[in-house]
């Protein structure tokens, strides 16, 4: 399956075979992340795969292997985050290799190389249970509810996970064929919790857009966005 296929099918998994993948396998993953489309190409990031050991994590199940996810601090740098390696997720996926983001958990006795700031984690093995699902089996807001004029064309980001189910997406029409994407307003002690992983949210559903249309995916900052109440500009994107 190619990997807009697997965005349909997808699911987040929690109980890993703990045998490690062989080293072909993740060579093969490695070179995926090198040549992984970034968001904003001015920013410095950096990953590494560690065993559990290597992992602080409140989560009960282990995995044989996580990605362990770093970043310079610079504009939209969580979301680029999440586009560069939910286009890995569904890669890792679409090559029957579960995997799960985990926003609860720390590198054990590791440092980036290049001094980054630590972001998220993902998890990543053979799965113990059944790795896909059918659609069915999304529990999703409809589109009306995440678009303000129903556009098949945004179905994709509708079908992306995201913190704590939390769906923090809202999408725009612009007069131009453009598109705004902005995210939910939480006030401020929900912002404070969930506005970091929302962001890396926010990423994920224009990877999973930008993997259902690689020729024409562009995105960029508008320099005065329209405004929303009660939600944050988070980018301006065409498809």
């Not at 996810?69 to 979301?79: A, H, K, Q, V």
């Not at 560069?84 to 890669?91: E, M, S």
């Not at 725009?172 to 992983?197: E, P």
Request: charged content about 25%; overall charge negative; hydrophobic content about 35%.
């Amino acid at each position: 399956m190619n990997l807009e296929e697997i965005i349909y099918k997808r699911q987040s998994i929690r109980a890993y075979d703990e045998t490690p993948l062989d080293e072909d396998t993740l060579a093969k993953i490695r070179d995926f992340i090198e040549n992984a489309k970034v968001l904003n190409p001015n920013i410095d990031w950096s990953y590494d795969i560690v065993g559990p050991e290597f992992i602080n994590t409140m989560m009960r199940w282990k995995s044989p292997h996580y990605l362990i996810l770093f970043s310079e601090e610079r504009e939209n740098y969580l979301e680029n985050i999440g586009f560069i390696f939910q286009q890995v997720d569904l890669f890792l996926q679409s090559n029957e290799i579960g995997t799960c983001w985990i926003g609860m958990a720390s590198p054990k006795n590791y440092k980036s190389k290049e001094g980054h700031k630590f972001i998220i984690a993902i998890s990543f093995g053979r799965s113990l249970n059944p790795i896909y699902r059918n659609r069915d089996g999304f529990r999703r807001n409809s589109l009306s509810k995440i678009v303000d004029i129903e556009d098949e064309r945004l179905i994709p980001a509708q079908f992306a996970p995201s913190s704590t189910n939390s769906q923090p997406w809202y999408f725009t029409h612009n007069d131009d064929g453009s598109y705004n994407v902005y995210r939910v307003n939480r006030g401020i002690l929900r912002n404070k919790f969930m506005g970091k992983w929302n962001k890396v949210d926010i990423g994920i559903a224009l990877a999973h857009l930008y993997v259902s249309n690689e020729e024409t995916f562009e995105f960029y900052i508008e320099e005065s966005p329209k405004e929303l109440k009660n939600y944050f500009y988070s980018g301006t994107f065409r498809i």
